[in-house]
Nanobody, 121 residues
């Protein structure tokens, strides 16, 4: 499956952004999907994940209550709604997918290119 992330940009602290991840090549609905991020000088970290059906979601503690992951299998697209953004959320955000949810939250097989999110104070 090929993944294409979009929707990043520059936003002030407290603002919102919605990232999208468009999938192609294979049946998107067969894959769990996740979002990761990597800030300058830091390792890539897990942000959120959603099961193939959308029935189960998982979040890193630092985004709980602020970010919401969702998907629309009819459109082969996943989303990450980010609210109450903080300067420390600044990073390149990557979408990823895998048929195995245990790998989605750790080491998914398929990755999209990143999209930059910058939050100014």
């Amino acid at each position: 499956v090929q993944l294409q992330a979009s929707g990043g940009g520059l936003v002030q602290a407290g603002g919102s952004l919605r990232l999208s991840c468009a999938a192609s090549g294979r049946t998107f609905s067969s894959y769990g999907m996740g979002w990761f991020r990597q800030a300058p000088g830091k390792e890539r970290e897990f942000v959120a994940a959603i099961s193939w059906s959308g029935g189960s979601t998982y979040y890193a503690d630092f985004v709980k209550g602020r970010f919401t992951i969702s998907r629309d299998n009819a459109k082969n697209t996943g989303y990450l709604q980010m609210n109450s953004l903080k300067p420390e959320d600044t990073a390149v955000y990557y979408c990823a997918a895998d048929v195995d949810m245990t790998r989605v939250v750790r080491t998914p097989d398929y990755w999209g290119q990143g999209t930059q999110v910058t939050v100014s104070s």
